[in-house]
């Protein structure tokens, strides 16, 4: 009589088991559709951050580099001296500031005397004082000082010239005085 058409039965693999009011449910399905994605750009911005760790380790060690390699210029021997002169002159200038009106200015003597010491010959302290001058050099050869003491002894300009030689372990401390004589 009434036939009735037979549907085959079949499972659909692709429809969705669960209800979409369920919580885990939901949740697995943004984890695996959307977290995927969120999970791939996490890990590339650690990538980058990685690498980026390198770089900014490299500058830095570069950096570093560069500033021992200044520190080490500044530690040099004649650096430090030529440091001391100019901060010497420095306060010899703000003094010279202070003191216009009421001295006489001997910047040009002074910058003399300073200069006519010789490269061999380290000074450690300098005076002058109303036409009196005295030094104490450190050398380590005794020739620097008797030809600096034939320049003092055989110019003019200075006059009461005495050197005092003291050798302390290979270190040669010369004090120097004299006086500038009165028509400089």
Request: net charge negative; hydrophobic share 40%; proline share 2%.
């Amino acid at each position: 009589m009434f036939k009735r058409d037979k549907q085959p039965k079949s499972i659909n693999f692709l429809d969705a088991i669960y209800s979409p009011s369920d919580v885990f449910a939901n949740a697995y399905v943004w984890l695996v559709e959307i977290g995927k994605y969120l999970l791939i750009v996490v890990q590339i911005v650690v990538l980058v951050v990685f690498f980026w760790r390198f770089f900014v380790d490299k500058k830095n060690n570069d950096l570093t580099e560069e500033i021992n390699n200044k520190v080490v210029l500044l530690s040099n021997e004649s650096w430090k001296r030529n440091a001391i002169v100019f901060d010497n002159y420095q306060s010899l200038l703000k003094d010279i500031k202070v003191v216009r009106g009421e001295q006489e200015i001997n910047s040009t003597k002074v910058s003399e005397l300073v200069n006519g010491i010789p490269s061999t010959l380290a000074l450690e302290s300098f005076s002058f004082n109303e036409g009196k001058v005295n030094f104490v050099l450190k050398t380590f050869n005794l020739d620097a000082v008797n030809n600096f003491e034939n320049t003092l002894k055989n110019n003019p300009d200075y006059e009461d010239i005495k050197f005092s030689i003291n050798k302390e372990e290979g270190d040669i401390t010369v004090r120097v005085s004299f006086n500038l004589s009165s028509t400089n």
